[in-house]
């Protein structure tokens, strides 16, 4: 599955497509280009900066985008992380993917502040996990020759 760019998409871009943006930046460094938006973008939520600094990853450079200023011919993949609500449509050829998974924030519950850092670790953690999948089958893909598989 070769790509060289990759975009995550959520409603606010706020929580996992921002969380998925840092750890996929990362983890392949200047050899893809990574990108995240969403069709409500707010703010980057301070407990994804906060399990982001538990990994070493500073995302004070993060911000929210809307996913109507990526330029779809930028993309070749795009991967969704909406699980709850519907996630934005994101027009263009790239293959999509999707990681549905729970919004961390779990607004419509009341939580502790660790209870909801707990959440997002969880998040973070299924994030890093795919992203090393994903990098497996980059890795396997690029060691294939041309005309082969």
């Not at 995240?36 to 900066?49: E, K, L, Q």
């Not at 985008?65 to 795009?78: C, E, F, G």
């Amino acid at each position: 599955m070769p790509f060289h760019s990759v975009l995550f998409l959520c409603v606010a871009n706020s929580a996992r497509s921002q969380m998925a943006e840092a750890l996929a930046r990362s983890r392949f460094g200047d050899a893809v280009r990574v990108q995240s938006a969403g069709s409500a973008p707010s703010r980057v939520n301070p407990f994804a900066v906060r399990v982001l600094a538990e990994r070493g990853i500073d995302a004070a450079a993060l911000h929210s985008k809307h996913v109507d200023t990526i330029d779809p011919a930028s993309v070749d993949l795009v991967i969704t992380l909406c699980a709850e609500e519907s996630c934005p449509v994101f027009l263009g050829a790239a293959r999509r993917i999707s990681w549905a998974m729970p919004d961390p924030d779990r607004k419509e519950e009341v939580l502790t502040d660790e209870e909801r850092m707990h959440h997002f670790r969880v998040a973070r953690d299924a994030i890093a996990a795919r992203i090393e999948e994903l990098a497996s089958l980059r890795d396997a893909a690029s060691d294939v020759e041309p005309g082969e598989g």
